[in-house]
């Protein structure tokens, strides 16, 4: 069976108001899974279209790809350093996912779950930080406000730190996407009783 993170691939299918971040995943995994083959990278400038090859040298570069040929299993053994599109992928579905929620219909703001999104969705727009001050240096959080979602729990000390690749992983996000989800479709059934 295909599962990720517990769910069957088949069968996740987040809520229409959270579709994009769903379609935001799977781009970001195939699109990874496809430049990381060397059969593509070799038909891609096979097309010697400067422009798209330019691209795919830019990505090559900050993903740090290398393709080795292992005699040994007789295949390409392909390896790249991809914490920076960890963090770029968790950056993008944080602020999605956070602007999603906020723009519908749904009054999600009491949930603890929404709060610790906020702040999450704060840390990516503040260049992967967690950011608690106003413009003014006061703190916008209460000294001993503690925010949890699962085994996660924010609070004042986690200002200045990294969000991304340290506190919590883009997959993680996908989870609270899904768990958003799940809740969305319950509170349509009970509109619909």
Not at 22 to 42: G, H, R
Not at 54 to 71: G, I, Q
Not at 163 to 173: A, C, E, K, P, T
């Amino acid at each position: 069976m295909n599962t990720l993170y517990g769910s069957n691939i088949n069968e996740i299918n987040l809520h229409p108001v959270l579709k994009d971040i769903e379609n935001i995943f799977w781009f970001f995994i195939l699109s990874n899974a496809t430049l990381a083959n060397p059969d593509v990278q070799k038909e891609i400038k096979k097309q010697k279209d400067p422009n798209t090859i330019s691209m795919l040298e830019k990505f090559n570069n900050w993903t740090s790809l290398e393709v080795k040929l292992d005699h040994f299993a007789n295949r390409y053994q392909t390896t790249m350093k991809a914490s920076n599109q960890f963090i770029l992928l968790g950056k993008i579905m944080a602020i999605n996912l956070y602007e999603l929620l906020k723009a519908s219909s749904y009054d999600l703001k009491i949930m603890e779950e929404f709060k610790f999104l906020k702040h999450i969705r704060n840390g990516a727009a503040h260049n992967n930080k967690f950011h608690f001050k106003d413009r003014n240096g006061g703190w916008t959080m209460r000294e001993n406000k503690v925010i949890h979602w699962g085994n996660y729990a924010i609070d004042r000390n986690l200002h200045g730190k990294p969000v991304f690749n340290n506190f919590i992983g883009f997959q993680m996000i996908f989870v609270l996407a899904k768990n958003f989800s799940e809740r969305l479709e319950e509170i349509d059934k009970q509109k619909n009783k």
